[in-house]
Protein backbone atom coordinates (compact mmCIF):
# COMPACT_ATOMS: atom_id res chain seq x y z
CA UNK A 1 0.00 0.00 0.00
CA UNK A 2 1.21 3.27 -1.10
CA UNK A 3 0.44 7.33 0.63
CA UNK A 4 -1.50 8.71 -1.66
CA UNK A 5 -3.22 11.75 0.34
CA UNK A 6 -3.20 13.07 3.88
CA UNK A 7 -6.22 14.85 5.21
CA UNK A 8 -5.60 17.10 8.10
CA UNK A 9 -8.55 16.43 10.83
CA UNK A 10 -9.21 17.68 14.35
CA UNK A 11 -8.84 16.13 17.49
CA UNK A 12 -12.34 16.12 18.16
CA UNK A 13 -12.76 14.49 14.36
CA UNK A 14 -9.87 11.82 15.50
CA UNK A 15 -11.99 10.65 18.48
CA UNK A 16 -15.08 10.29 15.78
CA UNK A 17 -12.89 8.26 13.27
CA UNK A 18 -11.95 6.02 15.96
CA UNK A 19 -15.61 5.48 17.25
CA UNK A 20 -16.79 4.09 14.00
CA UNK A 21 -17.24 6.83 11.16
CA UNK A 22 -13.59 5.57 9.95
CA UNK A 23 -15.10 2.30 8.80
CA UNK A 24 -18.27 3.97 6.97
CA UNK A 25 -15.59 6.22 5.31
CA UNK A 26 -14.39 2.87 3.89
CA UNK A 27 -17.15 1.79 2.04
CA UNK A 28 -17.74 5.58 0.86
CA UNK A 29 -14.19 5.42 -0.47
CA UNK A 30 -14.63 1.82 -2.39
CA UNK A 31 -16.67 3.58 -4.97
CA UNK A 32 -13.05 4.95 -6.45
CA UNK A 33 -11.92 1.22 -7.12
CA UNK A 34 -11.85 0.70 -10.62
CA UNK A 35 -10.71 -2.50 -11.13
CA UNK A 36 -10.93 -5.90 -9.22
CA UNK A 37 -7.02 -5.72 -8.14
CA UNK A 38 -6.98 -2.30 -7.00
CA UNK A 39 -7.57 -1.86 -3.26
CA UNK A 40 -7.94 1.52 -1.29
CA UNK A 41 -7.37 1.63 2.83
CA UNK A 42 -7.90 4.74 4.80
CA UNK A 43 -5.71 5.09 8.17
CA UNK A 44 -5.17 7.40 10.99
CA UNK A 45 -1.81 8.49 11.69
CA UNK A 46 -0.50 11.84 13.42
CA UNK A 47 -3.53 13.48 13.58
CA UNK A 48 -4.59 12.49 9.56
CA UNK A 49 -6.32 10.80 7.81
CA UNK A 50 -4.19 9.12 5.09
CA UNK A 51 -5.03 7.54 2.17
CA UNK A 52 -3.40 4.21 0.70
CA UNK A 53 -3.90 2.50 -2.44
CA UNK A 54 -1.65 -0.53 -3.90
CA UNK A 55 -1.27 1.31 -7.40
CA UNK A 56 0.17 4.59 -7.97
CA UNK A 57 -2.44 4.76 -11.06
CA UNK A 58 -5.40 3.22 -9.51
CA UNK A 59 -7.44 5.17 -8.55
CA UNK A 60 -5.99 8.22 -10.63
CA UNK A 61 -4.43 11.36 -9.09
CA UNK A 62 -8.15 13.66 -10.04
CA UNK A 63 -10.03 10.84 -8.41
CA UNK A 64 -8.08 11.09 -5.52
CA UNK A 65 -8.30 14.84 -5.17
CA UNK A 66 -12.26 14.19 -6.15
CA UNK A 67 -12.43 11.45 -3.27
CA UNK A 68 -10.36 14.23 -0.93
CA UNK A 69 -13.15 16.57 -1.10
CA UNK A 70 -16.02 14.24 -1.01
CA UNK A 71 -14.32 12.87 2.01
CA UNK A 72 -14.29 15.84 3.59
CA UNK A 73 -18.24 16.57 2.84
CA UNK A 74 -19.01 13.38 4.33
CA UNK A 75 -16.71 13.37 7.37
CA UNK A 76 -18.73 16.97 8.14
CA UNK A 77 -22.00 15.21 7.57
CA UNK A 78 -21.72 11.64 9.60
CA UNK A 79 -20.18 14.28 12.49
CA UNK A 80 -23.49 16.57 12.34
CA UNK A 81 -25.54 13.07 12.82
CA UNK A 82 -23.59 12.82 15.82
CA UNK A 83 -24.43 16.01 17.58
CA UNK A 84 -26.78 16.30 20.02
CA UNK A 85 -29.39 18.84 19.37
CA UNK A 86 -32.60 20.20 21.73
CA UNK A 87 -35.66 21.43 20.79
CA UNK A 88 -39.06 22.84 22.80
CA UNK A 89 -42.46 22.81 21.66
CA UNK A 90 -45.15 24.73 23.67
CA UNK A 91 -48.17 22.30 25.22
CA UNK A 92 -50.95 23.40 26.54
CA UNK A 93 -51.46 22.57 30.50
CA UNK A 94 -54.00 20.10 30.36
CA UNK A 95 -52.50 18.12 27.55
CA UNK A 96 -49.39 18.19 30.35
CA UNK A 97 -51.56 16.94 32.79
CA UNK A 98 -53.79 14.16 30.96
CA UNK A 99 -51.81 13.23 27.86
CA UNK A 100 -48.02 13.73 28.22
CA UNK A 101 -47.61 11.07 31.29
CA UNK A 102 -44.72 8.15 30.76
CA UNK A 103 -46.25 5.66 29.07
CA UNK A 104 -47.16 8.41 26.08
CA UNK A 105 -43.54 10.08 26.26
CA UNK A 106 -42.40 6.44 25.78
CA UNK A 107 -44.38 5.93 22.46
CA UNK A 108 -43.05 8.81 21.15
CA UNK A 109 -39.59 8.54 22.01
CA UNK A 110 -39.72 4.87 20.55
CA UNK A 111 -41.06 6.02 17.11
CA UNK A 112 -38.84 8.95 16.89
CA UNK A 113 -36.00 8.23 18.21
CA UNK A 114 -35.33 11.37 20.30
CA UNK A 115 -35.14 11.57 23.66
CA UNK A 116 -38.65 13.50 24.66
CA UNK A 117 -39.18 14.69 27.69
CA UNK A 118 -41.42 17.24 29.56
CA UNK A 119 -40.01 20.48 31.27
CA UNK A 120 -41.40 24.24 32.67
CA UNK A 121 -40.30 27.65 31.82
CA UNK A 122 -41.96 30.47 33.33
CA UNK A 123 -44.79 28.06 34.27
CA UNK A 124 -45.35 27.18 31.44
CA UNK A 125 -44.96 23.68 30.10
CA UNK A 126 -43.25 22.58 27.27
CA UNK A 127 -42.18 19.58 25.05
CA UNK A 128 -38.20 19.10 24.77
CA UNK A 129 -36.89 16.68 22.27
CA UNK A 130 -33.20 16.23 21.96
CA UNK A 131 -30.93 13.66 19.71
CA UNK A 132 -29.26 14.11 16.65
CA UNK A 133 -30.26 17.47 13.96
CA UNK A 134 -31.57 14.80 11.81
CA UNK A 135 -33.80 12.74 14.66
CA UNK A 136 -35.31 16.67 15.58
CA UNK A 137 -35.74 17.64 12.04
CA UNK A 138 -37.90 14.43 11.60
CA UNK A 139 -39.76 14.52 14.75
CA UNK A 140 -41.22 18.25 14.33
CA UNK A 141 -43.98 17.73 12.36
CA UNK A 142 -45.48 14.66 13.20
CA UNK A 143 -45.11 16.00 16.85
CA UNK A 144 -46.67 18.96 16.56
CA UNK A 145 -49.35 17.32 14.48
CA UNK A 146 -50.25 14.52 17.53
CA UNK A 147 -50.59 17.26 19.48
CA UNK A 148 -52.47 19.07 17.76
CA UNK A 149 -54.64 16.57 16.81
CA UNK A 150 -55.19 16.02 20.64
CA UNK A 151 -57.41 19.50 20.81
CA UNK A 152 -60.20 17.32 19.37
CA UNK A 153 -61.84 14.47 20.81
CA UNK A 154 -61.15 12.28 18.09
CA UNK A 155 -57.67 12.78 19.01
CA UNK A 156 -57.69 11.63 22.29
CA UNK A 157 -59.88 8.70 21.64
CA UNK A 158 -57.48 7.30 18.75
CA UNK A 159 -54.26 7.92 21.90
CA UNK A 160 -56.62 5.59 24.16
CA UNK A 161 -57.00 3.22 21.18
CA UNK A 162 -52.95 3.49 20.56
CA UNK A 163 -52.18 2.74 24.40
CA UNK A 164 -55.36 0.07 24.88
CA UNK A 165 -53.80 -2.00 21.58
CA UNK A 166 -50.28 -2.04 23.06
CA UNK A 167 -51.33 -3.38 26.27
CA UNK A 168 -53.94 -6.23 24.28
CA UNK A 169 -50.41 -7.04 22.75
CA UNK A 170 -47.67 -9.78 23.77
CA UNK A 171 -43.80 -9.37 23.38
CA UNK A 172 -41.04 -12.16 23.32
CA UNK A 173 -37.84 -10.19 23.36
CA UNK A 174 -34.31 -11.88 22.71
CA UNK A 175 -31.09 -9.93 23.42
CA UNK A 176 -27.59 -10.34 21.88
CA UNK A 177 -25.52 -9.43 24.44
CA UNK A 178 -22.36 -7.97 23.07
CA UNK A 179 -24.12 -6.14 20.23
CA UNK A 180 -26.03 -4.25 23.27
CA UNK A 181 -23.36 -3.66 25.42
CA UNK A 182 -20.87 -2.59 23.09
CA UNK A 183 -23.15 0.02 21.38
CA UNK A 184 -24.18 1.05 24.92
CA UNK A 185 -20.31 2.06 25.31
CA UNK A 186 -19.94 4.01 21.85
CA UNK A 187 -20.78 7.21 22.38
CA UNK A 188 -20.22 10.45 19.79
CA UNK A 189 -16.84 11.46 21.87
CA UNK A 190 -15.43 7.96 21.34
CA UNK A 191 -15.53 4.53 23.29
CA UNK A 192 -16.43 4.96 27.12
CA UNK A 193 -15.88 1.79 28.79
CA UNK A 194 -17.99 2.84 31.71
CA UNK A 195 -20.81 2.20 30.54
CA UNK A 196 -23.01 0.29 31.18
CA UNK A 197 -26.39 -1.20 30.81
CA UNK A 198 -28.96 -1.25 33.34
CA UNK A 199 -31.09 -3.93 32.66
CA UNK A 200 -34.23 -3.84 34.82
CA UNK A 201 -34.73 -0.64 32.92
CA UNK A 202 -33.51 -1.85 28.96
CA UNK A 203 -36.07 -4.83 29.78
CA UNK A 204 -39.15 -1.96 30.63
CA UNK A 205 -38.27 0.30 27.79
CA UNK A 206 -38.48 -2.63 25.29
CA UNK A 207 -41.64 -4.20 27.03
CA UNK A 208 -43.70 -1.37 27.40
CA UNK A 209 -47.09 -1.99 27.88
CA UNK A 210 -47.28 -4.97 26.63
CA UNK A 211 -47.84 -8.56 28.24
CA UNK A 212 -44.17 -10.14 28.18
CA UNK A 213 -43.48 -13.90 27.10
CA UNK A 214 -39.94 -15.28 26.46
CA UNK A 215 -36.71 -13.02 27.28
CA UNK A 216 -33.54 -14.39 26.38
CA UNK A 217 -30.25 -13.05 26.48
CA UNK A 218 -27.87 -14.80 24.26
CA UNK A 219 -23.88 -14.82 24.27
CA UNK A 220 -21.58 -17.40 24.36
CA UNK A 221 -18.42 -15.75 24.29
CA UNK A 222 -18.27 -14.05 27.87
CA UNK A 223 -17.85 -16.18 30.61
CA UNK A 224 -20.50 -18.20 32.25
CA UNK A 225 -18.96 -16.80 35.53
CA UNK A 226 -19.55 -13.02 35.02
CA UNK A 227 -21.25 -11.66 37.25
CA UNK A 228 -23.64 -9.61 34.60
CA UNK A 229 -25.44 -13.16 34.04
CA UNK A 230 -26.70 -12.59 37.63
CA UNK A 231 -28.02 -9.29 37.25
CA UNK A 232 -30.16 -11.02 33.79
CA UNK A 233 -31.54 -13.66 35.79
CA UNK A 234 -32.54 -11.39 38.32
CA UNK A 235 -34.84 -9.60 36.36
CA UNK A 236 -36.45 -12.46 34.62
CA UNK A 237 -34.26 -13.25 31.96
CA UNK A 238 -33.06 -16.83 30.89
CA UNK A 239 -29.16 -17.00 29.58
CA UNK A 240 -28.41 -18.80 26.66
CA UNK A 241 -24.80 -19.96 26.36
CA UNK A 242 -24.92 -23.00 23.76
CA UNK A 243 -27.28 -21.63 20.82
CA UNK A 244 -27.22 -18.98 18.62
CA UNK A 245 -29.52 -16.04 18.76
CA UNK A 246 -31.11 -16.97 15.63
CA UNK A 247 -32.04 -20.63 17.11
CA UNK A 248 -33.34 -19.51 20.33
CA UNK A 249 -35.64 -17.06 18.73
CA UNK A 250 -36.92 -20.15 15.61
CA UNK A 251 -37.51 -22.48 19.21
CA UNK A 252 -39.54 -20.15 20.69
CA UNK A 253 -41.30 -18.83 17.73
CA UNK A 254 -42.77 -21.99 16.79
CA UNK A 255 -44.69 -21.83 19.61
CA UNK A 256 -46.47 -18.59 18.65
CA UNK A 257 -49.99 -19.01 17.28
CA UNK A 258 -51.13 -15.43 17.07
CA UNK A 259 -48.80 -13.36 15.09
CA UNK A 260 -50.92 -10.40 14.56
CA UNK A 261 -50.65 -9.77 18.29
CA UNK A 262 -47.33 -11.10 19.48
CA UNK A 263 -44.23 -9.26 19.26
CA UNK A 264 -40.26 -10.28 18.35
CA UNK A 265 -38.53 -7.67 19.49
CA UNK A 266 -34.92 -8.32 18.44
CA UNK A 267 -31.97 -6.54 20.35
CA UNK A 268 -29.17 -6.10 18.56
CA UNK A 269 -27.51 -4.80 15.37
CA UNK A 270 -25.32 -7.22 13.97
CA UNK A 271 -25.80 -7.63 10.23
CA UNK A 272 -25.17 -11.03 10.39
CA UNK A 273 -28.84 -11.28 11.76
CA UNK A 274 -30.85 -9.13 8.89
CA UNK A 275 -31.53 -13.14 7.33
CA UNK A 276 -33.62 -14.11 10.87
CA UNK A 277 -35.48 -10.59 10.92
CA UNK A 278 -36.35 -10.94 6.92
CA UNK A 279 -37.46 -14.28 7.55
CA UNK A 280 -39.84 -13.90 10.72
CA UNK A 281 -41.31 -10.24 8.89
CA UNK A 282 -42.33 -12.81 5.92
CA UNK A 283 -43.53 -15.35 7.95
CA UNK A 284 -46.37 -12.87 9.18
CA UNK A 285 -44.37 -12.00 13.12
CA UNK A 286 -44.45 -8.57 13.99
CA UNK A 287 -40.47 -7.87 14.41
CA UNK A 288 -39.26 -4.95 16.08
CA UNK A 289 -35.49 -4.16 15.72
CA UNK A 290 -33.80 -2.61 18.92
CA UNK A 291 -30.69 -1.24 18.52
CA UNK A 292 -27.86 1.31 18.99
CA UNK A 293 -27.46 3.32 16.05
CA UNK A 294 -23.80 3.93 15.97
CA UNK A 295 -23.92 0.08 16.15
CA UNK A 296 -26.70 -0.32 13.99
CA UNK A 297 -26.53 -2.52 10.28
CA UNK A 298 -27.53 0.04 7.52
CA UNK A 299 -29.06 -3.74 6.31
CA UNK A 300 -31.87 -3.18 8.96
CA UNK A 301 -32.97 0.54 7.76
CA UNK A 302 -33.18 -0.86 4.50
CA UNK A 303 -36.18 -3.77 6.18
CA UNK A 304 -37.84 -1.26 8.27
CA UNK A 305 -37.94 1.09 4.91
CA UNK A 306 -39.95 -1.56 3.11
CA UNK A 307 -43.85 -1.10 3.48
CA UNK A 308 -44.74 -4.77 2.72
CA UNK A 309 -42.58 -6.20 6.20
CA UNK A 310 -44.29 -5.78 9.48
CA UNK A 311 -40.81 -4.85 10.69
CA UNK A 312 -39.93 -1.68 12.92
CA UNK A 313 -36.44 -0.29 14.06
CA UNK A 314 -36.35 1.65 17.55
CA UNK A 315 -32.66 3.22 18.45
CA UNK A 316 -32.65 2.78 22.24
CA UNK A 317 -30.17 6.80 22.31
CA UNK A 318 -33.26 8.07 23.12
CA UNK A 319 -33.69 6.19 26.27
CA UNK A 320 -29.44 6.50 26.96
CA UNK A 321 -30.44 8.37 30.12
CA UNK A 322 -32.68 6.21 31.66
CA UNK A 323 -30.93 3.11 30.64
CA UNK A 324 -27.10 3.45 31.15
CA UNK A 325 -25.08 3.98 34.09
CA UNK A 326 -21.16 4.74 34.40
CA UNK A 327 -19.51 2.60 36.68
CA UNK A 328 -17.14 3.91 39.54
CA UNK A 329 -13.72 3.46 38.27
CA UNK A 330 -12.14 3.62 41.94
CA UNK A 331 -11.97 -0.09 43.50
CA UNK A 332 -14.16 -0.64 45.80
CA UNK A 333 -12.97 -1.07 49.80
CA UNK A 334 -13.64 -4.36 51.17
CA UNK A 335 -16.02 -2.44 53.80
CA UNK A 336 -18.02 -1.35 50.89
CA UNK A 337 -18.54 -5.20 49.72
CA UNK A 338 -19.55 -6.14 52.83
CA UNK A 339 -22.23 -3.56 53.16
CA UNK A 340 -23.28 -4.07 49.44
CA UNK A 341 -24.08 -7.53 50.06
CA UNK A 342 -26.21 -6.72 53.17
CA UNK A 343 -28.45 -3.56 51.36
CA UNK A 344 -28.33 -6.70 48.19
CA UNK A 345 -30.08 -8.58 50.71
CA UNK A 346 -32.51 -6.04 51.99
CA UNK A 347 -33.31 -3.90 48.91
CA UNK A 348 -37.11 -3.44 48.18
CA UNK A 349 -38.27 -4.27 44.37
CA UNK A 350 -38.36 -0.27 44.28
CA UNK A 351 -34.64 -0.24 45.03
CA UNK A 352 -33.65 -2.53 42.49
CA UNK A 353 -32.12 -0.10 40.10
CA UNK A 354 -29.58 1.48 43.32
CA UNK A 355 -28.44 -2.12 44.03
CA UNK A 356 -28.16 -3.34 40.86
CA UNK A 357 -25.65 0.23 39.65
CA UNK A 358 -23.97 -0.39 43.46
CA UNK A 359 -23.27 -4.17 42.99
CA UNK A 360 -21.66 -4.02 39.15
CA UNK A 361 -19.47 -0.80 40.29
CA UNK A 362 -18.42 -3.12 43.21
CA UNK A 363 -18.06 -5.97 40.62
CA UNK A 364 -16.14 -4.33 37.83
CA UNK A 365 -12.69 -2.76 38.30
CA UNK A 366 -11.10 -2.34 35.18
CA UNK A 367 -12.06 -1.69 31.67
CA UNK A 368 -13.13 -4.60 29.69
CA UNK A 369 -11.98 -6.52 26.64
CA UNK A 370 -14.15 -6.28 23.68
CA UNK A 371 -13.58 -9.62 22.87
CA UNK A 372 -14.90 -11.34 26.09
CA UNK A 373 -16.25 -8.60 27.60
CA UNK A 374 -15.08 -9.93 30.70
CA UNK A 375 -11.64 -9.75 31.13
CA UNK A 376 -9.40 -6.70 32.24
CA UNK A 377 -8.23 -4.93 28.97
CA UNK A 378 -4.33 -5.06 29.17
CA UNK A 379 -3.19 -5.87 25.53
CA UNK A 380 -3.14 -3.13 22.57
CA UNK A 381 -3.02 -3.68 18.76
CA UNK A 382 0.24 -2.03 17.38
CA UNK A 383 0.90 1.01 15.73
CA UNK A 384 -1.97 2.45 16.53
CA UNK A 385 -2.08 1.60 20.13
CA UNK A 386 -5.71 0.91 20.91
CA UNK A 387 -6.09 -0.96 24.42
CA UNK A 388 -8.95 -3.29 24.00
CA UNK A 389 -8.04 -6.87 24.63
CA UNK A 390 -7.19 -8.92 27.50
CA UNK A 391 -4.22 -11.23 27.62
CA UNK A 392 -6.06 -14.53 26.57
CA UNK A 393 -8.03 -13.08 23.92
CA UNK A 394 -4.48 -12.00 22.40
CA UNK A 395 -3.22 -14.73 22.74
CA UNK A 396 -5.85 -16.88 21.04
CA UNK A 397 -6.03 -14.37 18.15
CA UNK A 398 -1.85 -14.74 17.83
CA UNK A 399 -2.41 -18.28 17.72
CA UNK A 400 -4.92 -18.41 14.99
CA UNK A 401 -2.85 -15.86 12.76
CA UNK A 402 0.37 -18.37 13.28
CA UNK A 403 -1.46 -21.86 11.90
CA UNK A 404 -3.55 -19.33 9.27
CA UNK A 405 -0.73 -15.90 7.89
CA UNK A 406 -3.45 -15.71 4.95
CA UNK A 407 -6.08 -14.09 8.13
CA UNK A 408 -3.12 -11.12 8.47
CA UNK A 409 -5.35 -10.18 4.81
CA UNK A 410 -8.66 -10.03 6.64
CA UNK A 411 -10.99 -7.22 6.41
CA UNK A 412 -11.91 -7.93 9.77
CA UNK A 413 -9.72 -9.68 11.32
CA UNK A 414 -6.48 -8.04 10.36
CA UNK A 415 -7.59 -4.72 11.69
CA UNK A 416 -7.86 -3.01 14.82
CA UNK A 417 -11.64 -3.60 16.07
CA UNK A 418 -11.74 0.58 16.44
CA UNK A 419 -9.82 2.55 13.76
CA UNK A 420 -9.71 -0.58 11.29
CA UNK A 421 -5.92 0.04 11.26
CA UNK A 422 -4.13 -2.70 9.88
CA UNK A 423 -1.92 -4.30 13.01
CA UNK A 424 1.36 -5.83 12.71
CA UNK A 425 1.66 -7.29 16.09
CA UNK A 426 -0.44 -7.45 19.60
CA UNK A 427 1.43 -6.39 23.05
CA UNK A 428 1.30 -4.92 26.48
CA UNK A 429 1.40 -1.58 26.46
Sequence with gaps: MQPRAALQVSEDVCRQLESGMLFRLQAFANRYISTSNAQMELRISD????????????????????????????????ASLQQQHTERLRVYMDWADHFVVPEV?????????????????????????????????????????????????????????????????????FVDQRNISAGCQSLSSGRDCNQRLMIQQFGQVVVGLRDVGHQVVVDNRTSRQHPVW??????????????TLDRVVHQCARAIRDRENHVVALCTGDGKYLHLARGLAERGFQVEIWCWQR????????????PHLPLKLYYLDGFRDRITMARRTAPPRVADLEILEDEQDMA????????????????????????????????????????????????????????????QHSPHLGRCFICRTPWDRIDAL
Excluded at 230 to 243: G, K, R, T, Y
Design 47 to 78: GSLMIFSNSPDSPSSEDIHTLAEEIYMEMARL
Design 105 to 173: LDILTREWSVQIRVVHEEGQPMLEMEGTPEAVRKARGPLRGFFTALRSQQGQDGLQRELVHEEMQHVCV
Design 230 to 243: WFWQLFNFEVEFDM
Design 295 to 306: TCHHGYQLLADD
Design 348 to 407: RPNEAEEAQGAAVQAMVEAETCALCLSEAATVAFRPCNHQILCRGCAERIAQQFQQNPAL
